[in-house]
């Protein structure tokens, strides 16, 4: 069982920055695929961007060259850096916790993201 904790969110202008957290229990974090995700309301909820335990990242097309996610493996904490943020990132962040070998995983209980315009 791992546990995961957001933090981070928050209201900020179009423009700004956030780095979000993730801290996740347990002594297994180095194996696990990290990931966050994001649900905007009304919507489905989203891939972000994803990081490998040996530290490959994957990135959604909306959040490339605007977001950075990162690792902590001593900390057991992920990371994402949100650069030049749109009033379309709005949304509920979610941190997602996975071992390589399967599809499904753990969800933290999310941190709330809101750029105004």
């Known amino acids: 069982q791992v546990q995961l904790v957001e933090s981070g969110g928050g209201l900020v202008q179009a423009g700004g920055s956030l780095r979000l957290s993730c801290l996740a229990s347990g002594s297994i974090f180095r194996l696990l695929v990290m990931g966050w995700y994001r649900q905007a309301p009304g919507k489905q909820r989203e891939l972000v961007a994803t990081i490998a335990p040996a530290g490959s990242t994957n990135y959604a097309d909306s959040a490339k060259g605007r977001f950075s996610i990162s690792r902590d493996n001593a900390k057991n904490t992920v990371y994402l850096q949100m650069n030049s943020l749109k009033p379309e990132d709005t949304a509920v962040y979610y941190c997602?916790?996975?071992?390589?070998?399967?599809?499904?995983?753990?969800w933290g209980q999310g941190t709330q993201v809101t750029v105004s315009s």
């Open positions: 997602n916790a996975r071992p390589l070998t399967t599809a499904s995983g753990y």
